[in-house]
């Protein structure tokens, strides 16, 4: 290297030994080989020596760069490294101060209570199915023995949609979740034990109805089931969902075209308290019934070999119940100040309670 040369070596390493920090070193950095630095503005220069001269000047100028280029990555690492230190020694954390809070979802009343029923079926050996909440009028209606002009549809207050299904009939928003009693005998093999939770549409509105409103409809087919088994299963799950193991449950002889014998059933409670398990007052919460045999027929089952009950019941009110909540409104609101009295936290697993 020429003399020249290392004197531009050893003017760049002293100008880095003074630069204070990684921002003065960058600053040398740009002084020698950046695009208008001394090194490569000399770097420039070669185009015009002759060849041989040319080659002897490139090699030392690689050489010199080499040596700015090492010295620069050590003075990088110095200057870095007492950059943090400064950095770590500047910056206090103060341990004692309370963690930020982390705004926590919580459960909706309505899907904790689908939680909990599935929980306490899925515990009874039952799965649970869906459906969709557009069904055509047979599978809301025909198959489940209520004909055209049956006094039922007008009870329910269906939402007609335009068009018609892939039958051919009138498309609906399903008034209940009995649809999927059809659906699923049509699309498996008995022994069937299904509970199945959904929203369901009714045009109704006031303060104990909403135009949508949420089901779940159980439905059990095997060989040999007896208005016994129905009366266990509802009565084992009624008890564990309210949490009282000795909750008065009554089945009262009732009407739905798709079952028979039909029954209601009603739970003990207190009529001028709320309160549920006593008081000798009676509170009707569900329908049920032994599968009708004609709508066994509709979904290609013989009723000679299988028998089988079914139930369907209101999620808000059994929730309504369980939770002394009075308006049914509100829970579509989405009001966080309700939610956050009547919702739970999503860390506290759906428990079974007593009774299962
Ligand atoms: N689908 C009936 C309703 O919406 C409830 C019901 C009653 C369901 C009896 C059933 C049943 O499966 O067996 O009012």
């Not at 029923?117 to 489940?144: H, R």
């Not at 009138?170 to 979740?177: D, E, I, K």
Request: net charge negative; charged share 20%.
């Amino acid at each position: 290297m020429s003399d020249e040369l290392e004197a531009l070596v050893a003017e760049a390493k002293s100008a880095m030994s003074q630069a204070a920090n990684l921002r003065e070193l960058d600053g040398v950095r740009v002084a020698f080989l950046g695009k208008q630095g001394r090194l490569s503005t000399l770097m420039k220069g070669l185009g015009a020596l002759p060849p041989e001269e040319r080659k002897q000047r490139g090699a030392a100028l690689n050489e010199a760069r080499a040596s700015i280029d090492l010295s620069l990555d050590q003075a990088h690492g110095v200057l870095a490294t007492a950059d943090l230190n400064a950095r770590l020694l500047a910056e206090k954390q103060d341990m004692s101060l309370p963690a930020r809070p982390i705004p926590a979802g919580s459960i909706h009343p309505i899907n904790r209570t689908i939680e909990e029923l599935t929980a306490i079926f899925g515990a009874m050996g039952f799965s649970a199915v869906a459906g969709p909440d557009i069904e055509s009028d047979w599978y809301n209606f025909g198959a489940l023995n209520i004909p055209d002009h049956h006094p039922a549809r007008q009870d329910q207050d269906t939402f007609y949609l335009p068009g018609t299904g892939a039958d051919g009939r009138p498309l609906v928003l399903r008034t209940q979740t009995s649809p999927l009693q059809v659906r699923t005998m049509l699309g498996q093999e008995p022994p069937i034990r299904i509970i199945a939770p959904g929203r369901t549409y009714r045009a109704d509105h006031d303060a104990t109805h909403s135009p949508m409103f949420h089901q779940v409809e159980g439905l059990v087919i095997d060989r040999g089931i007896t208005l016994g088994h129905l009366k266990g299963c509802l009565t084992d799950f009624l008890r564990a969902f309210f949490g009282i193991s000795t909750l008065p449950v009554r089945f009262r002889s009732s009407y739905f075209p798709f079952t028979e014998p039909s029954m209601e059933v009603d739970i003990g409670w207190n009529r001028k308290t709320g309160e549920l398990g006593a008081g000798g007052d009676w509170l009707e919460i569900l329908g049920s019934g032994m599968v009708h045999p004609r709508v066994l027929a509709n979904c290609g089952i013989d009723a000679r070999e299988w028998q089988g009950f079914a139930f369907g019941m209101g999620i808000e009110r059994i929730t309504m119940l369980k939770h002394g909540i009075a308006d049914l409104r509100p829970f579509y609101e989405g009001d966080i100040r309700w939610l956050a009295h009547y919702a739970s936290s999503p860390l506290t697993p759906a428990s079974l309670h007593e009774g299962v």
